[in-house]
């Protein structure tokens, strides 16, 4: 991308797949456009390749009023309130994680991370309330990323020529049992949940099974299913990478976990977790981590129902074409310096929602993105109060492709060992 760029300028196409042409701009003035006119474009045709994956009634395959419809009754369980009764659970699970790592011992910090936010998928979304259920659904959950978890494993996704059931030692084929096992293990929480509804329940399935559209209507268990598979392709690889990338950053400037710790010790003791989500060198630590390193290049990709006219372009109708996370964000006239890791150019101006676009941007920005940067808070808040993080690779990690989205290509690597007195108490 950056050597198209440097070609091409601000918008290029690419030849990706099947002799698709996907066009691609990171103009601020051309993405402001597009997500302030979302409602005037299709779906991209590319998008239909997650079916398989997130399935017929995810939000990310609706387009229309359809989606609209379904983008506002979900939208409640992930803002204002509900918000506030995740930030405990998450420094729980996040806390058990954590401590289960061995002194001085060299983990890969991705895939750590990545088992703590299954934890707390397992715990804020899905909602399990049996723990022999829950045992059972961790391990499909697991193979389901995995499918996403190397080119060559994604390379199924891609290529449908590949999606073939050659039985349960196929790749392709265990991938299906296991969906198929995932859903009926989720069929019978949705069916629990609504034979006993329990008030108190504040996980997302649960919200879910409450929501009632205009007409009084529920949605439908293939619905919720979807959706809460859609919550986990869409959250799980986003936080686990980020934390990663963040968790390399603490370790490698010690002086900005420094200035966290100091954040976090001014709020006294025992502080709400939502105060801490609104710290503000925290805020821009987490901001600029997510500038340098966004876990998807592009935002979903648009498709042109009439002619569109970008920078000195028209495109005809039924063009794909997609606004560039990875360039916008490296853009020198909106971030100078922009190879460098500066969190405080998030405290020096404010960036507009066409500048700064790590969720997407418009009608289909990421509906999960608020309990995302929560949950990325409140863990590297965790992480640096209570952990000494020792580095065991002297070369910072590159950007690599890990199947679906772009990842530290080694995990990043390191020591923990804890701090005297850990200033997030157990609560």
Not at 14 to 23: C, G, I, K, T
Not at 293 to 320: G, H, K, Q, S, W
Not at 378 to 385: D, G, H, K, P, S
Request: proline share 8%; net charge neutral.
């Amino acid at each position: 991308m950056e050597q198209e760029a440097a070609m091409w300028g601000d918008t290029f196409t690419l030849v990706l797949s099947r002799n698709r042409p996907l066009v691609f701009t990171h103009n601020p003035a051309d993405i402001q456009r597009i997500f302030q006119n979302d409602a005037a474009f299709g779906l991209g045709k590319s998008n239909d390749l997650l079916r398989p994956l997130v399935g017929d009634f995810s939000l990310l395959l609706m387009e229309g009023q359809r989606h609209r419809r379904e983008r506002k009754l979900l939208m409640p369980p992930f803002h204002g309130e509900r918000m506030k009764s995740y930030g405990d659970l998450i420094l729980a699970v996040a806390r058990q994680g954590l401590q289960s790592v061995p002194q001085h011992q060299t983990v890969t910090m991705r895939s750590l991370m990545q088992s703590i936010a299954l934890e707390v998928m397992m715990s804020v979304v899905f909602g399990v309330q049996d723990q022999a259920r829950s045992q059972q659904i961790k391990p499909l959950l697991i193979e389901m990323l995995a499918i996403g978890a190397s080119p060559l494993k994604s390379s199924a996704i891609f290529l449908q020529f590949l999606q073939r059931d050659l039985g349960v030692w196929s790749p392709w084929g265990k991938f299906l049992r296991s969906r198929q096992t995932l859903y009926d293990l989720l069929q019978v929480e949705i069916e629990a949940g609504r034979h006993n509804v329990d008030p108190e329940r504040m996980d997302i399935l649960a919200l879910m099974l409450a929501i009632r559209d205009e007409a009084g209507n529920p949605m439908s268990d293939a619905e919720i299913k979807d959706e809460l598979v859609t919550l986990l392709f869409a959250g799980h690889e986003t936080s686990a990478t980020i934390l990663a990338w963040g968790s390399f950053w603490l370790a490698k400037r010690p002086e900005m976990g420094d200035r966290i710790r100091q954040e976090i010790r001014a709020l006294g003791d025992d502080p709400d977790p939502t105060a801490i989500t609104r710290l503000p060198y925290l805020s821009a630590f987490c901001n600029e981590v997510l500038r340098m390193y966004p876990v998807v290049p592009i935002t979903f990709p648009r498709r042109t129902l009439e002619e569109l006219a970008i920078a000195d372009y028209t495109l005809p109708p039924d063009t794909a074409f997609a606004p560039c996370i990875y360039l916008l964000h490296r853009r020198s006239d909106l971030y100078p310096n922009p190879h460098e890791f500066q969190p405080e150019r998030f405290r020096d101006r404010t960036y507009g929602p066409h500048e700064y676009i790590p969720f997407g941007g418009g009608e289909r920005r990421c509906l999960g993105y608020a309990l995302a940067l929560y949950e990325i808070k409140l863990i590297l808040a965790l992480l640096v109060t209570d952990h000494q993080l020792t580095l065991t690779e002297r070369n910072p990690p590159r950007i690599a492709r890990r199947g679906l989205t772009l990842a530290p290509h080694n995990g990043v690597p390191m020591q923990l060992s804890d701090r005297p007195a850990p200033v997030l108490q157990p609560v």
